[in-house]
């Protein structure tokens, strides 16, 4: 953008700045802190120029919004056109409280859905078992057969709301029971819209809902790629999740480059099973964290498209311009909010928002302020929403797309957000790839390692959490917490002794030996999944069925 | 993150890792001859869950061994949890010296 000698001037007329103005400025005034540097450690210069994005190349690798490389965005007109979807993570308790709560969003001007499950039902077990006391309905509503998700999304019309489902281990299950309920609403698969989290990759390393070993799970995934390609061709088949990460403690650049390289290990995956890169490549989403430092972030997002449309263009050789594009949900940090003072966080969350719609998303979640202490009550979901509403609707920041393009400090951190999340990346390539550096435990180590250096910066002082390690007072205890009811267990469990007493039990049997017998051969397990949820099979019945099959995950060497 | 801090502050940490059933936590502070149980739960079972492992331990004849808590507790569920036999229970934004102090102090004496 700028000639050689211009730039050269530039670099010299900085350097007598520094020498005549700064410098002496310092000797006076030192400033706060030694250096200044990113979440991530990239070091922070006083103040950008021209000469720090000079080997920038405008065409190369900016282009224009929905061109390639796609920095500027994957739309041409972006949110001139549509704002983001505006998509609350939301249940608890039973179906019926939950699709109380979604008909209260929908209501509010909340344009999808996005649904919580309890942690039984994430790791693929029913209410009534043992190992599910005191869980049932907690972090999320308690599904166990397909009449829980017909209660879910009772007068929900699924051909007109998209649904994302935050579910890894069991994802085929419930893919099925809502392509079911679809169709029982007169709704074709074909035409049903959505997410599925469906990434098991990241449960290893971040979040932990894993069910079976690394091997199996990549084949259900696999199966759920080649499945809806021809059955739910709308549907977008994974969610690859650096959110997690993120929130157990990783860098920026840690959190692009280990999703990326799970991203890797799936489209890999999909490739050697025989599937072409262009069918499944445009159904892959992704899924990130929107932190607290503000410009790391924007350019965070945009190293990540950038990033991954070389990816996919010249590593996989995609064709289509769809599967270049990083489509993406994101999600304020869940981390980074407070039970003390929590009405703050209404404002670390508006901070974190602004950064995911500059940094170009498709949808978002914004955390709403008591959840350091509790699952949000509804006055707390709705401000949350509120300031998605603000965000959009008024400050005009969605009037012009990628707005911060071209400022030389958020340039020159999108590459080195990119070229270093890029090292990361050739580094886990050279230990096999993804799978191979978790199991080796190296992917946890790093992220263990970047949280546990915050960690000690928040208790020595060297970075203040505002209300936490200063500006604290004494409180009154949160007022208005939602509590989820005891009972739901009892209730749910009540529910299943009901259905087992109606179903066809021969019809449920042939099906679940149906999925055992499919899961020891290659065939696609989908099929066999529909029958036994549409019999009413329960969770807990086919996670067992294929648990026979496939065994049980157990980490070793945990931290 | 505490077993690390723990650990750089002269401890054994034995980390049982996620979703333990009270009966396998009770079970491997018996096999490993602890002083303390650290117990965290982020998904609001802790009134639930805490007081569970407190019966287990009793019933292992381990009512000795100082259990401690962590995670999303609301502050109102705090007095309960004590009454139950949790010793101490620790709420987001605790520094961890915090808790390497207080475990200090608990062997000690």
């Known amino acids: 953008m700028y000639s050689e000698d211009e730039l050269r001037k530039i670099a010299e007329a900085k350097q007598k700045w520094h020498q005549s103005m700064v410098a002496k400025v310092i000797a006076r005034y030192p400033e706060s802190k030694p250096g200044f540097e990113t979440s991530s450690g990239i070091e922070l210069e006083r103040a950008y120029t021209p000469a720090d994005v000079g080997g920038l190349d405008y065409l190369e690798d900016l282009g224009f919004p929905g061109d390639y490389p796609f920095t500027r965005g994957v739309q041409p007109t972006m949110y001139r056109g549509r704002l983001w979807t505006m998509r609350q993570y939301a249940g608890f308790g039973t179906a019926e409280e939950t699709n109380e709560r979604f008909r209260y969003l929908l209501k509010q001007g909340q344009t999808g859905l996005s649904v919580a499950f309890d942690l039984p039902t994430q790791i693929g077990y029913d209410s009534d078992d043992p190992l599910s006391e005191g869980e049932v309905g907690k972090v999320g509503v308690a599904i166990d057969s397909l009449e829980d998700v017909e209660v879910l999304f009772d007068q929900i019309p699924l051909d007109k709301v998209s649904t994302s489902m935050t579910i890894n281990a069991p994802a085929p299950v419930l893919l099925a029971m809502y392509a079911a309920v679809g169709e029982k609403q007169g709704c074709s698969p074909k035409a049903l819209n959505g997410t599925i989290q469906n ?16 091997k199996p799970s990549m084949r259900l995934i696999t199966d759920v790629f080649e499945w809806c390609s021809t059955e739910m061709p709308e549907w977008n088949t994974i969610s690859i999740s650096g959110y ?293 099979s329960t969770l807990g019945e086919i996670c067992g069925a294929l648990r026979e099959v496939f065994g049980e995950y157990s980490p070793s060497g945990a931290l | ?89 620790f709420t987001p934004g605790t520094p961890t010296s915090e808790v390497v102090e207080f475990i200090k102090q608990e062997v000690r004496a």
Request: hydrophobic share 45%; net charge neutral; charged share 25%.
């Open chain 1, 199 to 214: 990434d098991i990759l990241k449960e290893y390393v971040a979040r932990g809902t894993y069910i079976f070993p690394p």
């Open chain 1, 244 to 536: 997690h990460i993120r929130e157990a403690g990783s860098t920026a650049v840690q959190e692009v480059a280990f999703t990326f390289a799970n991203a890797i290990a799936y489209v890999q995956a999909a490739v050697d099973k025989g599937l072409d890169v262009d069918t499944i490549g445009p159904r892959l989403s992704f899924f990130f964290n929107s932190h607290m430092d503000f410009f790391e972030e924007v350019a965070k997002f945009r190293a990540a498209r950038r990033l991954w449309a070389r990816i996919m263009k010249e590593r996989f050789g995609a064709k289509n311009p769809r599967s270049w594009m990083l489509r993406f949900h994101t999600q304020t940090a869940g981390c980074t909010l407070t039970a003390q003072q929590p009405d703050n966080n209404i404002i670390r969350v508006t901070l974190q928002a602004l950064a995911a719609v500059l940094g170009g998303t498709q949808s978002l979640h914004t955390n709403s302020r008591d959840e350091a202490l509790a699952l949000p009550s509804e006055d707390s979901v709705r401000i949350a929403l509120r300031t998605q509403q603000v965000i959009g609707y008024e400050s005009g920041v969605a009037s012009s797309v990628d707005p911060l393009a071209g400022s030389y400090m958020i340039e020159s951190l999108t590459n080195r957000v990119e070229s270093e999340a890029a090292n990361y990346i050739k580094k886990i390539d050279d230990m096999g790839g993804a799978p191979a550096a978790i199991e080796k435990g190296y992917i946890q180590q790093e992220i263990h390692d970047s949280a546990y250096r915050f960690q000690r910066e928040v208790e020595s002082k060297a970075r203040t959490i505002v209300g936490v390690n200063a500006f604290t007072v004494q409180e009154a205890p949160p007022k208005g917490l939602l509590r989820v009811d005891p009972a739901v267990g009892e209730r749910q469990t009540r529910k299943l002794v009901e259905l087992k007493k109606r179903r066809d039990s021969g019809a449920i049997a042939a099906a679940l030996d149906a999925i055992r017998g499919a899961a020891e051969t290659q065939d696609n397990l989908m099929p066999h999944i529909m029958r036994a949820v549409k019999a009413y």
């Open chain 2, 1 to 89: 993150m505490i077993a690390h801090a723990l650990r750089d502050a002269g401890m054994e940490v034995i980390y049982t890792g996620l979703r333990q059933s009270p009966e396998q936590i009770a079970e491997a502070a018996l096999q490993e001859d602890v002083d303390v149980v650290g117990l965290s739960s982020l998904s609001g079972a802790h009134m639930h869950l805490f007081p569970k492992v407190i019966e287990k331990l009793r019933e292992l004849g381990l009512g000795d061994v100082v259990v401690i808590g962590g995670g999303i507790v609301p502050p109102e569920d705090v007095p309960a949890l004590l009454k139950a036999g949790v010793k101490k229970v």
